[in-house]
């Protein structure tokens, strides 16, 4: 709460100084913040007090404000500088991020910005931007350092004073052969303490953490938190060094992916929710149709086959109509358990802690725990339906219903996830539209059949 008041008061502050036009006091209050404050302010700010804002930033503040918007403030900004000002802030932004942005925007757009870079830097972009987004390509940048082998430490730390002003970061330096391929790493503590006549290899570590160029994101992060790594190389299929991704970056594909998964649990997707931003109500509401429908439509057919089912035991329901009092809290206890079991099992599978080689490990420790609950919960449900009916088969019934759900609710909501991403589909999507369909129909099923195994036995 401090924190958004604090905002608010800088808000109003900034505000205050752009309307009585003092443009020094201004520079000097604005030049204390950090570039992401200064992005979230001007996003508050009308156009043209937003654009009096970013006319008095230096041009290395400048550029690292625009490394933190979105793509659309992004365009709105740029919009309103001459093609020499918008020239000077590109070559300032880091290579990474001003891929991130230049791939959302169209490609009239793209080409134009493209075009006012130097050819080494337009290069760059364009390599980059072949590569998938979400793929350790897509989030890599070039703007790296590496040293060869085969020089002295004196050569090496030359080097690095002539470069890493445009390096993203020199925490790790990494080496290479003479055709670029990795060969090792060395830590910027190791480099200075050496000896100057020293060569490269003889302290370099050949010990190297990487991955390749088409990984996907999310095995990315999954490396970088292992190792506890600030920086990880990328290669290609040869070996080559074709770039690094840092920390930051990884910061922002474990919110992207921890985003995504929650939107499909829910049956969504993040687009709807972005545009919530926007002003046109007939598309978000368009948008959000489109995006729940396919879902709900999975979970409609599924209680059609739920009520064609339950129609085979009409006989059994006209006999003990009591049995229907029942049918909600077994079907519902088993979807917490199933929504339970397939959580802890996409998480699981997400940060590498389920595998190929723990899915059976996985599946017994659900299907125990789904026992143990389960066996609780039918004693408890147990004494309650005898208590509450006074039918002591009837008690039986639903306390072997509620154990048997929930066992098998503990099963699917583990197998299906660890299928799911064994087949190559992403496991997130398995969650409720799926699950809780499967989990009505075989909770319904076996219910009846022990109901009617049971009670009409009588």
């Known amino acids: 709460m ?10 109003v502050e900034i505000e205050a100084l752009i309307d009585s036009q003092k443009i020094v006091e201004l520079s000097e209050y604005i030049e204390e913040m950090h570039p992401a404050d200064i992005a979230e302010t001007m996003v508050e700010l009308q156009e043209d007090k937003m654009h ?33 000002h918008k020239k000077k802030l590109l070559e300032l932004m880091s290579l990474d991020n001003m891929v991130d942005i230049l791939a ?21 972009i364009r390599e980059l931007l072949v590569y998938e987004e979400d793929t350790a390509g897509g989030i890599m940048t070039t703007e790296f350092v590496s040293l060869r082998k085969d020089i002295t430490i004196y050569s090496a730390i030359e080097h690095l004073r002539e470069h890493a002003p445009d390096a993203e970061t020199i925490y790790y330096v990494y080496v290479v052969d003479k055709n670029n391929r990795l060969s090792g790493v060395i830590s910027l503590r190791e480099l200075i303490v050496a000896r100057p006549n020293a060569l490269v290899e003889d302290i370099m570590s050949e010990s190297i953490i990487y991955v390749n160029i088409n990984d996907d994101q999310e095995e990315v992060a999954r490396v970088v ?7 990880i190389p990328v290669t290609d299929t040869n070996g080559r060094l074709r770039g690094i991704i840092t920390f ?15 939107y499909k649990f829910a049956g969504t997707m993040e687009a709807e929710a972005e545009l919530y931003e926007e002003d046109k109500m007939s598309l978000r509401i368009f948008s959000s149709v489109k995006a729940r429908l396919p879902w709900l439509i999975v979970t409609l057919f599924g209680g059609i086959l739920s009520a064609t089912i339950l129609s085979r035991y009409e006989e059994t329901l006209n006999s003990y109509a009591a049995v229907a009092y029942f049918m909600p809290m077994l079907t519902g206890m088993g979807g917490n358990v199933g929504t339970q079991s397939s959580t802890l099992t996409v998480r699981g599978l997400a940060t590498g802690n389920v595998d190929a080689g723990k899915s059976l490990r996985t599946i017994f420790q659900e299907m125990s725990i789904g026992l143990c609950v389960g066996m609780v919960c039918s004693l408890l449900i147990c004494g309650v339906a005898f208590f509450w009916m006074k039918n002591i088969k009837l008690g039986i019934v639903v306390g072997m219903s509620m154990a048997a759900n929930m066992i098998t609710a503990a099963t699917i909501g583990t197998v299906v996830p660890i299928l799911f991403k064994k087949s190559g589909i992403d496991p997130a999507v398995a ?8 989990l009505d129909i075989t909770g319904i099923t076996i219910y009846f059949t022990l109901t009617t195994l049971i009670l009409l036995q009588a």
């Open 2 to 11: 401090e924190d958004k008041e604090l905002f608010e008061e800088k808000l």
């Open 52 to 84: 009096k804002l970013f006319q008095v930033l230096s041009w290395e503040l400048a550029a690292k404000v625009l490394d933190e918007l979105d793509s659309d403030m992004f365009s709105k900004i740029v919009s309103l500088l001459t093609s020499e």
């Open 104 to 124: 959302e925007l169209s490609e009239e757009k793209r080409l134009e910005l493209i075009n006012l870079l130097d050819a080494e830097d337009a290069e760059d």
């Open 225 to 231: 938190k292992k190792y506890d790594l600030l920086a």
């Open 248 to 262: 930051d970056d990884i910061m922002d594909v474990i919110e992207e992916e921890a985003t995504e998964d929650i």
């Open 431 to 438: 969650s409720a539209p799926f699950i809780s369909t499967a």
